[in-house]
């Protein structure tokens, strides 16, 4: 069984940055994208960025291009997200997933999880 452990969350000022990263252990398992998504109280899971994990091109939600990026490292099976500019709206549960599908801003393709960290921004 695959697992996905996400860690790097925390409470930042406006402005601050954060980096999350997210561990994949377990039995081997083949992927097409790992990506980051987000949940704030009341919301629905939104779509954060993702990464192709052969190739390793990237895709990103508006709401955090040039802000967020994020990255991979096949070697040591991980997946990061640097956070940068954060502003309050960006708080949320922030959480990591796997997908063997091409569409990988779809929550409802990704077939694995981890449990999510919290990130929470103060004004």
């Known amino acids: 069984q695959v697992q996905l452990v996400e860690s790097g969350g925390g409470l930042v000022q406006a402005g601050g940055s954060l980096r999350l990263s997210c561990a994949a252990s377990?039995?081997?398992?083949?992927?097409?994208?790992m990506g980051w998504f987000r949940q704030a109280p009341g919301k629905e899971r939104e779509f954060v960025a993702a990464?192709?994990?052969?190739?390793?091109?990237?895709d990103y939600a508006d709401s955090v291009k040039g802000r967020f990026t994020i990255s991979r490292d096949t070697a040591k099976n991980t997946v990061s997200l640097q956070m940068n500019s954060l502003e309050p709206l960006d708080t949320a549960v922030y959480y990591c997933?796997?997908?063997?599908?091409?569409?990988?801003?779809?929550?409802?393709?990704?077939?694995?999880w981890g449990q999510g960290t919290q990130v929470t921004v103060s004004s």
């Open positions: 997933a796997a997908t063997g599908r091409p569409y990988i801003s779809d929550p409802n393709e990704y077939s694995t």
């Open positions: 377990g039995r081997t398992f083949s992927r097409y994208a």
């Open positions: 990464i192709r994990w052969t190739g390793g091109s990237t």
